[in-house]
């Protein structure tokens, strides 16, 4: 399997990283690095992100944000920092407070690994028998009437654009990640239509049911941040429209 970097974006996670298990991805899997992009924070993610980096070295990286950017621009700022090493064929972003275990990043690579083809995977929790996918009601609910919107907005069946774990191919770096994001939260969905319009999004994404998958306090989601996403997605499609 090919070498594989995931971002990880971080504001003010001190208190929420869970060290040990990122350690325990890194030693676990000789094909696997990590950048950290400390976006701007204001509590100890630097000491704890400093501390990381040189306990791997080689192995996890950091980028630092001296002003708070939000995840767009910080995964983008780490999602090129990582393409310009040209040493990685497959690199994604995983968010910080592990929501999605790293133990659901092997599957994502297989599906790569089989589907030649395909350029992006997304991460997509789909609560289903068999499944370990723990997420409250109200959020469940939310998700659901934004899947739909997005749906409409992009034009395409899409279950869950906005699960933070997603693996793509260095070749479509420039495609997805190359321009600056319209919103600071939707960037998922805009990764989509970046795609979409560059070709045949049926068969270069592939949304992959996840067996674990777990609500974590401390999310950063706010309602404002919901009440804004009708106009978020309409300046999306405004900027991409469907083909």
Not at 98 to 126: F, I, K, N, Y
Not at 164 to 181: H, M, Q
Request: net charge positive; aromatic share 6%.
């Amino acid at each position: 399997m090919p070498d594989v970097c995931l971002v990880v974006p971080c504001y003010n996670e001190a208190a929420r990283l869970r060290i040990a298990d990122f350690l325990a991805h890194i030693d676990g899997d000789p094909r696997s690095c990590l950048c950290f992009v400390n976006d701007g924070s204001t509590d100890d993610t630097a000491s704890a992100l400093d501390q990381l980096s040189k306990s791997r070295p080689g192995r996890i990286f950091v980028v630092t944000l001296t002003r708070n950017s939000g995840k767009a621009e910080a995964v983008r700022h780490g999602v090129n920092h990582v393409a310009a090493m040209n040493r990685f064929a497959l690199v994604g972003y995983w968010d910080a407070d592990l929501a999605t275990p790293l133990s659901e990043l092997a599957p994502m690579l297989d599906a790569l690994a089989r589907a030649p083809e395909c350029q992006l995977v997304l991460g997509s929790r789909w609560r289903r028998l068999g499944s370990d996918i723990h997420r409250s009601a109200i959020r469940h609910a939310l998700g659901r009437v934004f899947a739909t919107a997005a749906s409409l907005a992009l034009d395409l069946p899409v279950y869950d654009s906005q699960c933070g774990a997603k693996v793509c191919r260095a070749a479509s770096i420039g495609v997805l990640f190359g321009e600056p994001f319209t919103t600071r939260w939707l960037f998922d969905v805009e990764l989509l239509a970046r795609l979409r319009n560059h070709g045949s999004v049926q068969q270069s994404a592939i949304e992959l049911p996840l067996t674990k998958w777990r609500d974590v306090g401390g999310s950063r989601l706010r309602w404002m941040q919901m009440a804004a996403a009708p106009l978020g997605l309409l300046r999306i499609r405004l900027r991409y429209p469907p083909r």
